[in-house]
Nanobody, 122 residues
Framework: QVQLVESGGGSVQAGGSLRLSCAVSRATVSNYCMGWFRKAPGKEREGVATIKSDGITNYANSVKDRFTISRDNAKNTLFLQMNSLKPEDTALYYC????????????????WGQGTQVTVSS
């Protein structure tokens, strides 16, 4: 079974930065579509960013130019660098992988981590 374990969440003031990590086992991050999602209390889950097997990235408009998705193939780990954080970025952040040829925040992902909490105070 594919396992994804997120880490790196925490509390930060607005304008600060955090780097989330997602350690993946039983799947190779460079072979699949990988994504970050978030769920805030009272809101629906929102797609944040994806990275395709060819390295092409895509971002939600709400995080574009502030967040960067990347991966370390040697460590089989996915990252999300979050800069210029805002209170509205407060959420539980999940990494996920999609085992299909298409890669989009709008499509279903097959394996999910348990999430890491990010709290941004004003």
């Amino acid at each position: 079974q594919v396992q994804l374990v997120e880490s790196g969440g925490g509390s930060v003031q607005a304008g600060g930065s955090l780097r989330l990590s997602c350690a993946v086992s039983r799947a190779t991050v460079s072979n699949y579509c990988m994504g970050w999602f978030r769920k805030a209390p009272g809101k629906e889950r929102e797609g944040v960013a994806t990275i395709k097997s060819d390295g092409i990235t895509n971002y939600a408009n709400s995080v574009k130019d502030r967040f960067t998705i990347s991966r370390d193939n040697a460590k089989n780990t996915l990252f999300l660098q979050m800069n210029s954080l805002k209170p509205e970025d407060t959420a539980l952040y999940y990494c996920a992988t999609r085992w299909a040829n298409t890669c989009s925040l709008l499509l279903g992902f097959h394996y999910w981590g348990q999430g890491t909490q990010v709290t941004v105070s004003s």
